[in-house]
């Protein structure tokens, strides 16, 4: 079952904004997608900031349209997850109008050198309320964390420069004792063999 606990275990969930291009060459228009992605199925919810979507990719789905591409389930979702989590450059999306406010979400890829277009159906949400609070808190949660990691490298630089400047200070004391050493033992060594 879909929202078994035991499978929201599983699910890694990605954002990506996506920029889409717009009846206008000079600008772009950009929709969020949020994925939730399980071993076998996934769930999308999309906004353009104005309105929200879904899309339900389920097991039977999934299982189907792998099986029409050749590939396993596994492979199907890591995928889809794939030019779903972070926009492809070589990719080309799109997002239209399906008729009765639903959207048609479309990315290309190659596949064996043949360029394939996978296409899928998205509702109108029934909450989109909180489908875009789960967007954002996504997308807040990450960067609070992208946050917190920027300051935990730059200490962690910061001890590192100071370890690094002690060890040259401490290597350049060792290099001046050490030549002052040779320089007394060369002196000594002249003396006795003045005598």
């Not at 499978?7 to 291009?21: M, V």
């Not at 071993?39 to 999934?62: K, M, N, Y």
Request: glycine share 4%; aromatic share 10%; proline share 3%.
């Amino acid at each position: 079952m879909e929202d078994d606990p035991a499978c929201n275990a599983d699910a890694r969930h990605t954002c990506l904004k996506l920029e889409l291009p717009s009846a206008s060459e000079r600008s772009k228009d950009s929709i969020f997608i949020r994925g939730t992605w399980f071993p076998s199925h996934f769930r999308l919810s999309i906004t353009d900031g104005l309105h929200v979507w879904t899309c339900e990719g389920s097991d039977a789905e999934v299982r189907q349209r792998a099986e029409q591409w050749d590939q396993s389930v596994s492979e199907y979702v890591a995928l889809a997850e794939r030019y779903l989590g972070f926009q492809q450059p070589d990719s080309k999306y799109g997002f239209e109008d399906a008729d009765k406010g639903q959207m048609r979400l479309s990315w290309t890829f190659e596949k064996q050198g043949t360029k394939l277009e996978w296409r899928w159906k998205c509702q109108p949400s029934s909450d989109s309320k909180q489908n875009i609070v789960e967007i954002l808190d996504f997308l807040l949660d990450a960067n609070i964390r992208l946050s917190e990691e920027v300051v935990r490298k730059t200490q962690s630089f910061e001890k590192l420069k100071v370890e690094a400047e002690r060890c040259l200070s401490q290597s350049q004391a060792f290099s001046n004792e050490k030549a002052e050493f040779e320089s007394a033992a060369y002196a000594k060594v002249c003396a006795m063999n003045a005598v």
